[in-house]
Each structure stands twice: as structure tokens, then as C-alpha cells.
């Protein structure tokens, strides 16, 4: 079953964005919201209310604590009540936050925070845990700070799920967390990402990796991630694999996202990468052929860097791979 990511716009960062565009000004010093929309089934609604906060409703979450992080407010269970229809309504969690309107930058992540929230929300049904996983954005004025080799090795990642013929199959063998030996395991095979910017062949290399039984086939992918300055951005290329995968894949690939970077997918979009040099740069290496020094069954572990020789690499087909 596909999913069917992008045919509901209502909750998208372009629509939420445009929503603030139309925000009053509002200053009455109440707590109370002016709805600007509400989706009743689904219990999730933005508005602004009279301290000229911007107010994201979502349903109640149990078992969450509320915080204050500078200009952000959170309450996990409470009541609302609508200026627009005088409407009080019970068992909501609101999320209320102060940013600069004029600022087109700070306007559109906050659009893409929120709209990461209720995407959550619709998937998991937990977005109390996420926006509590999201409070440093919040403390730092969302402003994010990614940590580029990480990023680096995580779009590694993706890039070979979305080169591959079986997607679905790669994802569902995708590691877990970064503790993973390997980046992708089924039955008696193993694929290991090896990703860099400085388009070279030079990768760093652990020998639990090296370390292994001969029943077990290992294949290592080298992969050139090409940062841009403007075009296709990363949140372009989660959507792409999104409409190709099955639900229970893209909840898996949202749910990493957020752990492994304490942040949404749809915050990802001020990151873009040149897709078409990133994908053909994509080279699968036997273990065989990766240059490693020799240690002794006394050593526990040795990490090096080493370069490949791209002569030295194989047809693949993760089909044919991962097929038991």
C-alpha cells in the first residue's frame, strides 16, 4: 500500500505559511484564539490569540509535561476557548509561540516546525513527545544547527533508498539507530554506507565491519553528496520517497528523521543538494576490495580512513541483494 503523502495540503508548510500571512493583529491580553482554521475530525487547528501568540491546537496528550522555553508556551492538556464562535472546547494540548512576522526566514521554518508537528500528530498520534524532542528549536529561537557529517552520512542513507529499484525492501531493512553495525541488514546480507562531500573515495572504516562470518555478504556503497546553494532541498527529496513508499515506510523514515536530529522532515527544506550528481556518484564495493591494515585477535577494535579504487567496483542490484 502507497502512501499517499502530498494529496492533503491543508497542514503543508507553503499553506500554513500562507495562513500567517493572514494572522490579525490581536491584542486583548486573553488567552482565548481566534481560529483561523480547524479541522474538527482530526482535532487540529492554528489560530492566534490575544497576546499575539501564534497558537497551534492539537488533541490532548497524557503523560507529557508542559514547559516554557523563551518565546514558546506548551500545555498538553487543557481547555480552549474560539473567539470566532465562542466555543470552549476540553481535552486539547495548545502550543503557543511569539516569533518575528516580518522576518520571511524565521516565518517559514516556524510554518515547517508546525506543520512537522501535525504531520506527527497524524501519523503517530504522539505529538507531545515529539514537541518535547523539539524543544531546543524552541529554546534557540528556531533556529536549527545541524551537524553537517552527520547529515552528510544520513543522506548517504536515503540517496541509496532512492536509487534503488525496491525501495520499500531497503527501508524495511534500514538500521534502527545509528548504533547499527550495519546501515542495511536482510537475511545473510549487509550493505554499509560510506558517504563524504569532498568527492574523493575516501572513507573511514571500523573493523567490526571487517569483522565477520564468511556466510555473511557484505557490500559497501560510496556515495558523493553534493550540497547546493539553492534548488532541489532536502525536504524535496523526502517528499519524492515518501510517494513511492508504503505508510508503514515513511512513518519509519519520519520517526529516525526526528530522532536521530531532533527535527521534522519538513525543516529540512533550507538544505538542498544537486540530486542527479549525487545519485550517479553512487559506487558498490565488495568487502574484498576495501583496503584495511591487519591486526591481531589481542586488538578489540581499529578504525582507519581509506581510499577505493573505483575500478575495484561491482554491478549491484538491491533487488537481487536483498532477496532471500
Known amino acids: ?50 497576546l499575539s501568540r501564534f497558537a497551534l491546537i492539537l488533541p490532548g496528550q497524557e503523560n507529557v509535561l508542559a514547559f516554557n522555553a523563551k518565546l514558546t508556551e506548551y500545555d498538553p492538556y487543557t481547555a480552549a476557548t474560539f473567539v470566532n464562535s465562542k466555543q470552549t472546547l476540553e481535552g486539547v494540548s495548545i502550543l503557543r509561540c511569539h516569533f518575528d512576522r516580518s522576518n520571511i526566514e524565521t516565518k517559514r521554518l516556524v510554518a515547517a516546525l508546525l506543520s512537522g508537528i501535525i504531520d506527527i500528530q497524524k501519523t503517530f498520534g504522539k505529538s507531545g513527545d515529539a514537541i518535547w524532542q523539539l524543544k531546543t528549536l524552541f529554546e534557540n529561537e528556531f533556529k536549527t544547527s545541524l551537524d553537517k557529517e552527520r547529515l552528510t552520512g544520513f543522506l548517504g542513507e536515503l540517496l541509496v533508498i532512492r536509487a534503488s529499484s525496491e525501495r520499500n525492501v531497503l527501508v524495511q531493512s534500514w538500521h534502527q539507530s545509528n548504533e ?9 546480507r549487509r550493505i554499509e554506507v560510506k ?18 562470518t564468511s556466510d555473511l555478504e557484505v557490500v559497501f556503497a560510496s556515495v558523493h553528496v553534493v550540497y547546493t546553494d539553492w534548488g532541489y532541498s532536502l525536504s524535496d527529496l523526502f517528499q519524492e520517497l515518501f510517494n513511492g513508499l ?59 580512513t581509506a581510499a577505493i579504487d573505483s575500478k575495484d567496483a561491482i554491478s549491484f542490484h538491491s533487488s537481487e541483494f536483498l532477496g532471500n
Open 246 to 304: 508504503s505508510i508503514e515506510n515513511v512513518a519509519k523514515i519520519k520517526r529516525l528523521t526526528l530522532d536521530r536530529f531532533n527535527a521534522t522532515w519538513q525543516t529540512f527544506e533550507n538544505y538542498f543538494l544537486d540530486l542527479n550528481s549525487s545519485l550517479s556518484s553512487i559506487l558498490f564495493f565488495p568487502a574484498s576490495k576495501i583496503p584495511s591494515p591487519t591486526w591481531t585477535e589481542l586488538i578489540d577494535s581499529v578504525e582507519w
Open 180 to 188: 547499527g553495525r550495519f546501515d542495511f541488514s536482510a537475511y545473510n
Open 195 to 212: 558517504a563524504n562531500t569532498n568527492l574523493t573515495r575516501k572513507h573511514h572504516f571500523r573493523s567490526s565491519q571487517m569483522k565477520f
Open 1 to 50: 500500500m502507497s502512501s499517499n503523502v502530498g494529496k492533503s495540503e491543508r497542514w503543508s508548510t507553503q499553506e500554513i505559511h500562507i495562513k500567517f500571512e493572514s494572522i490579525p493583529e490581536v491584542d486583548t491580553g486573553s488567552s482565548d484564539i481566534y481560529l483561523l482554521d480547524f479541522d474538527q475530525r482530526a482535532g487540529v487547528g492554528i489560530g492566534v490569540d490575544g
